[in-house]
T-cell receptor, first 109, second 111 residues
Framework: SQQGEEDPQALSIQEGENATMNCSYKTSINNLQWYRQNSGRGLVHLILIRSNEREKHSGRLRVTLDTSKKSSSLLITASRAADTASYFCASEYGQNFVFGPGTRLSVLP | EPEVTQTPSHQVTQMGQEVILRCVPISNHLYFYWYRQILGQKVEFLVSFYNNEISEKSEIFDDQFSVERPDGSNFTLKIRSTKLEDSAMYFC?????????FGPGTRLTVL
């Protein structure tokens, strides 16, 4: 499997529910970042978690990092229709990123 | 708030033609990157640039690609002889330290 794999590939939930997306990576990283991409648009940086951190919060976002399992999760609480987008994790090695294939989140009103 | 800008937003070209994609990174940033995203697929790293030279490139970044920072503000990606499979979104990014800021992308369509 590839570096920076996300699962699930697609997730559909009702507004107000929580959405959890997972990401795995292969080798040691400096940090891991989550990005959001609305359909056909650019990448928006959401949150960065360093290799020595275990959890980070930003508004309705919560990111965890488990370096022993080489995995990270992104939790969006109380989802809104506007959260509908693709979410990518990007694991950083040196100065470069390896992106996962992304999770397509659909939040239904 | 400073941002990375890219032009054009959409470029249509004929196979075999040369294209130049332009980016203006955030002014005090030191590292510059190009990525591409083929429709429906994941974002792929192409090249990173620091101190006026390529610091790393992927296997995608072959001899038909080149990058340049011609005037201290622009950062360009040139594709010498485009192929159909070069059709993709091309994202420029810049960083000062760890966090990369992405531009809105240029959609390249090769006919």
């Amino acid at each position: 499997s590839q570096q920076g794999e996300e699962d699930p590939q697609a997730l559909s939930i009702q507004e107000g529910e929580n959405a959890t997306m997972n990401c795995s990576y292969k080798t040691s990283i400096n940090n891991l970042q989550w990005y959001r991409q609305n359909s056909g648009r650019g990448l928006v940086h959401l949150i960065l978690i360093r290799s020595n951190e275990r959890e980070k919060h930003s508004g309705r976002l919560r990111v965890t990092l488990d370096t022993s399992k080489k995995s990270s999760s992104l939790l969006i609480t109380a989802s809104r229709a506007a959260d509908t987008a693709s979410y990518f994790c990007a694991s950083e090695y040196g100065q470069n990123f390896v992106f996962g294939p992304g999770t397509r989140l659909s939040v239904l009103p | 708030e400073p941002e990375v800008t890219q032009t054009p937003s959409h470029q249509v070209t004929q196979m075999g033609q040369e294209v130049i994609l332009r980016c203006v990174p955030i002014s005090n940033h030191l590292y510059f990157y190009w990525y591409r995203q083929i429709l429906g697929q994941k974002v792929e790293f192409l090249v990173s640039f620091y101190n006026n030279e390529i610091s790393e490139k992927s296997e995608i970044f072959d001899d038909q690609f080149s990058v340049e920072r011609p005037d201290g503000s622009n950062f360009t990606l040139k594709i010498r002889s485009t192929k159909l499979e070069d059709s993709a979104m091309y994202f420029c990014a810049s960083s000062l330290l760890n966090e990369q800021f992405f531009g809105p992308g240029t959609r390249l369509t090769v006919l």
